[in-house]
């Protein structure tokens, strides 16, 4: 049982640069990545202009999903956006899930969402110079009034850094909970004499069932929920950066 | 792994944030190869397809119409003409038929013509017939009765004037 309040551990290290610490949130994330490559082949293979598989039905209504959603929130001009939308939802989502294998959750590391927080900001940025032009967009910063540059600066700022810690308080707070909870369901097995040790393994009856609810909670919906969240408030701010007088 | 190094639970790492990085970069180009662009082209296929076969059954519906509409136009014109044929048969017709009465009452006003001159000569003739047979039997009846020659010129002159009185036939 991992201690309440420990990050992601080192897998292992790399010789270079004075040693570069690979995390389990890394090598999850290889995981996912061969997991995705893997369903995209199977669901992709053989595609028919009339569906008669059934996952081909699945992989069009999941690109339709996220298309319609890009289409809804950015307009059409942002189509491009769908793979990108789409990788922030599966890798949040399935980054979520994978603590239903007993695994870490990849977005319980604040450099994740740090990271991709960055990425949208960057794209935010990117968008608002390209439709105000350098000068517009440093002069966004003092209005309406050159009073307010401070709050508009901590404002911009504040953006990414919400973002990436919403998702990532979200996932870990979960995480941490359902880590104290079994901690405390243990000790009070232990408490009722209803706790067994076969050999070196201790099989706490408290400890089944219970947590299974929170867990579906904690892992399950506010995993998912935080991706979309997370996808929605991309195109929200990208969206809205272009569209900026 | 007994003794792995465990990280801070909240840190900032730079080698988790560009592998990271590049983990996304990678997702999304796989995403993007092997899952959009393949569905939105079959999609974009289908589409395509579905929009060309609507046109091609708003085509064939058009012509339809369109044939529809040409050949009413033809069977009526069709009727029309029929119905001017007949007509125009019937009043020929009518024209010959006069034609015929006509030539056949002027034929046969030429026949009663000729018949009534016909009757008027066979009447002259049987008249001068029975004025020779009146004359003989007159001068028959005459020598009988005399008993005796008279000229020829004397017996021409008594049978004009016995004709004159027995009058005109």
């Known amino acids: 049982m991992d ?9 292992f290290t790399i010789p270079l640069f004075g040693g570069l610490d690979i995390t389990e949130t890394i090598v999850i994330g290889w995981l996912i990545i061969a997991a995705v490559l893997l369903l995209c082949l199977w669901l992709t293979r053989d595609l028919k202009k009339i569906p008669e598989k059934k996952r081909q039905i699945i992989a069009e ?15 059409s001009r942002f189509m491009k956006f769908a793979p990108y939308i789409a990788t922030i939802l599966v890798y949040a989502v399935l980054g979520a899930l994978v603590s239903l294998l007993g695994l870490r959750s990849m977005t319980a590391d604040f450099n994740v969402t740090l990271t991709w927080a960055l990425m949208t900001f960057a794209l935010i940025t990117y968008y608002k110079i390209k439709t105000n032009g350098f000068g517009g967009y ?12 401070p709050l508009n600066l901590i404002s911009e700022v504040a953006t990414p850094l919400s973002m990436a810690f919403r998702m990532f308080g979200n996932v870990s707070g979960g995480m941490v909970i359902t880590t104290l909870l079994y901690g405390a369901l243990g000790a009070l097995s232990s408490a009722l004499h209803i706790s067994f040790s076969i050999g070196s393994v201790v099989i706490s009856l408290g400890q089944l069932f219970t947590p299974a609810v929170l867990s579906i909670y904690f892992d399950l919906f506010s995993g998912c929920i935080q991706a979309y969240i997370f996808a929605t408030l991309t195109m929200v701010y990208i969206s809205g950066a272009a569209d900026e007088e | 792994m007994a003794m792995a190094k465990v990280t801070e639970f909240l840190t900032i790492d730079p080698t988790t944030i560009v592998l990271t990085l590049c983990n996304t970069l990678i ?9 959009f662009d393949k569905i939105n082209k079959i999609i974009e296929a289908r589409r395509n397809d579905i929009e060309e076969s609507y046109k091609r059954a708003d085509d064939a519906e058009r012509r339809a119409d ?3 509409a040409e050949y009413t136009e033809r069977l009526g014109k069709a009727r029309e003409e029929s119905a001017e044929l007949v007509r125009n048969a019937a009043r020929k017709a009518q024209a010959r038929s006069d034609e015929i009465i006509a030539e056949a009452k002027l034929e046969a006003k030429g026949i009663i013509d000729s018949a009534g001159l016909e009757i008027e000569r066979e009447k002259k003739i049987a008249v001068n017939q029975i004025k020779d047979e009146i004359a003989q039997i007159a001068v028959s009846a005459a020598s009988a009765v005399v008993e005796k020659e008279i000229s020829a010129e004397d017996n021409e ?6 004709i004159d009185s027995v009058g005109e036939v």
């Open chain 1, 61 to 75: 209504a999941f690109v339709n999903f996220v298309n319609g959603s890009v289409k809804e929130t950015m307009g």
């Open chain 1, 3 to 11: 201690s309440i309040g420990q990050g992601p551990r080192v897998v």
């Open chain 2, 27 to 35: 997702l999304f180009l796989i995403l993007k190869h092997f899952l």
């Open chain 2, 66 to 68: 369109q044939l529809a």
């Open chain 2, 157 to 162: 002159r008594l049978i004009e004037s016995f």
């Open chain 1, 138 to 149: 440093l002069k966004g910063f003092a209005q309406p009034f050159a009073v307010m540059l």
